[in-house]
């Protein structure tokens, strides 16, 4: 008993003594507490033009066959008025409504009240309810983590449906495309205004709650950091992952099937699209419990940026390819297809394996081999704002002693060969690994704040152990 009290005692002064280093990290980690002038002109340019964006890349392909210049072109010539394009614009149907309706409620059953039943007979496969990472209040939330079985039951329904039920026809996602765009961003919008009155009136826990004082910042970035509804219904694991990333593969298999309808075959760069890009989705949703400690569910706060971000700009912009592939088939060269094929799946090997290194070296505190030796690594403390102290191991070997954020480098790879696959007609397709570097390089940076804030000196140590961010010797 006495040991016990003496080693107690010790923890305290140990507790205290590190209390004042780590003061600015508890203020820093997480979402800013405080705006600066450019960080609001970016927000309300992001606000006012993403959605317009969104709709300017959609309307070129219905009414340009996806020429991102003709529309300018033909406003700056006076051919055209903007009234003239709006009115060509399909409006909001009930259809579309009922579609969007029918399909967020289904997601939404799938995600409460379907336990996971995957993890039982998948070897490998870790689902069920789940602990994620330490919030900063020092929360440790359960999730229910169902993202592969939800994914399953909605493709067998979509195939049973295509091949025997013909309730509805493959091609019903595109052929409702621009009326579903108006119900997506009603639904994100109603989202995020939702999750900022429920942090204002009734957050989940009051502790994990940021205010800035300026509304426009605390509409975008969020207010709640898990808001909540009932004891599974987390707002952050369902719209960052499902309606959106489980619809991917259906947008995907919509497209392919117009495709079909309208020229008699689907061609290979169509089908490149749709496996390389249901391979990513489903290594999301196979890896969804390794998810819960990324920067989405550990750093960020639930806003406009992920309620609407995630019902509109992820299904809209990231499905692009295809699209582009529906107005403009592209058959490949079998050289072509291959060395597609061969960047997509690179990328994806350096983008898995990089994320199972950091997995397994988390999982294991370090107890493991990477590439057949003992990781290296730098031990650093942070302070959650109730004031307990706790210990991280930032990995310094394999992939991640390349770069600091290596698996981007691959996600990266993976994003140039889904655009590729479309050949060099049109700069449309080009957009995402475009969008995809610049999200990826500002992540990096806006983590690595995050990081130094949250480990001080002790993320100078690794910084200095692994130099670079994406590319080893450049950057």
């Known amino acids: 008993m006495a040991a016990h009290q ?22 820093q980690w997480g979402r800013a507490w405080e705006v600066d002038w ?42 055209k008025h903007l009234s003239d394009i709006w009115n060509k614009t399909p409006t909001l149907t009930y259809r579309a409504a009922g579609i969007c309706s029918l399909w967020v409620a289904f997601q939404v059953v799938l995600y409460v009240f379907v336990p996971d039943f995957c993890h039982k007979f998948l070897p490998g496969y870790v689902g069920g309810v789940q602990e994620g990472a330490v919030t900063p209040a020092g929360v440790v939330n359960k999730y229910e983590i169902n993202g592969l079985q939800a994914w399953i039951i909605t493709h067998v329904l979509w195939f049973a449906n295509a091949y025997y039920f013909h309730f509805f026809s493959p091609t019903i996602i595109f052929d409702n495309w621009i009326p579903l765009l108006w119900c997506a961003n009603i639904l994100g919008y109603a989202v995020s205004t939702f999750a900022m009155i429920k942090g204002y009136f009734f957050p989940t826990n009051a502790k994990d709650c940021k205010f800035t004082g300026n509304f426009f910042y605390d509409y975008m970035m969020g207010i709640e950091f898990n808001p909540r509804i009932g004891r599974w219904f987390d707002f952050k694991l369902f719209f960052n992952g499902r309606p959106g990333i489980v619809a991917w593969t259906l947008i995907n298999l919509s497209y392919a099937a117009k495709q079909q309808e309208l020229y008699g075959q689907v061609t290979n760069s169509m089908i490149l699209v749709n496996v390389l890009q249901g391979i990513y989705v489903l290594d999301f949703f196979w ?8 920067i989405d569910i550990c750093h960020d706060h639930f806003g406009w940026y992920l309620g609407w971000g995630d019902c509109v700009w992820l299904p809209y912009l990231y499905t692009l390819q295809g699209l582009y592939l529906v107005y403009h088939p592209v058959q490949l060269g079998t050289a ?31 107890n493991c081999r990477i590439w057949g030796k003992k990781p290296e690594y730098i031990e650093c403390s942070y302070m959650s704002v109730d004031g307990t102290k706790y210990y991280s191991k930032l990995m310094t070997s394999g992939f991640w002693g390349w770069a600091r954020h290596f698996n981007y480098t691959g996600d990266l790879l993976g994003s140039l060969a889904y ?39 002790d993320w100078k140590h690794y910084t200095a152990a692994v130099p670079y961010r994406l590319l080893p010797g450049v950057f």
């Open 6 to 27: 003496e080693k107690k005692l010790a923890q305290e002064r140990k507790h205290k003594s590190s209390q004042n280093d780590t003061q600015t990290s508890q203020v």
């Open 287 to 294: 890896n969804e419990a390794w998810y819960l400690k990324t």
């Open 336 to 366: 072509n297809a291959v060395g597609v094929l061969m960047l997509g799946l690179i990328g994806y090997y350096i983008f898995r394996v990089t994320n199972h290194q950091k997995d397994l070296f988390r999982r294991t505190d370090g």
């Open 419 to 457: 655009c590729l696959a479309c050949g060099f007609a049109h700069i449309l397709p080009y957009f995402y690994i475009i969008y995809m570097t610049i999200l990826l390089t500002h992540r990096c940076i806006r983590d690595e704040h995050r990081c130094s804030s949250k480990y001080g000196k």
């Open 38 to 79: 450019f960080s609001l002109a970016s927000i309300l340019f992001l606000l006012l033009f993403a959605p317009l964006i969104v709709y300017y890349f959609i309307m070129s392909c219905d009414q340009y066959q996806c020429s991102l210049t003709d529309p300018l072109r033909d406003l700056l010539t006076g051919n």
